[in-house]
């Protein structure tokens, strides 16, 4: 079953990054954009690993 990540979630597990850091990462497609469910956004666990692995890839 597919966990969903908060936006407090999302920025503990990308170290701590600032809430505006994280709205121009997804500005500049460097995150996965969020599901929105009710008046709050998630951030599908599995997508947001997979798409930071593949940013991994990129960089090596």
Same mark, same amino acid.
């Given at each position: 079953?597919?966990?969903?990540?908060?936006?407090?979630?999302?920025? +503990?597990?990308?170290?701590?990054?600032?809430?505006? +850091?994280?709205?121009?990462?997804? +500005?500049?497609?460097?995150?996965?954009?969020?599901?929105?469910?009710?008046?709050?956004?998630?951030?599908?666990?599995?997508?947001?690993?997979?798409?930071?692995? +593949?940013?991994?890839?990129?960089?090596?």
């Amino acid at each position: 079953m597919t966990q969903y990540l908060t936006l407090t979630e999302l920025r +503990a597990k990308l170290g701590n990054r600032s809430r505006s +850091a994280i709205y121009n990462d997804l +500005a500049a497609n460097r995150l996965p954009q969020p599901i929105k469910l009710g008046a709050r956004l998630y951030w599908p666990s599995d997508v947001v690993d997979a798409h930071l692995a +593949a940013l991994r890839e990129q960089a090596a």
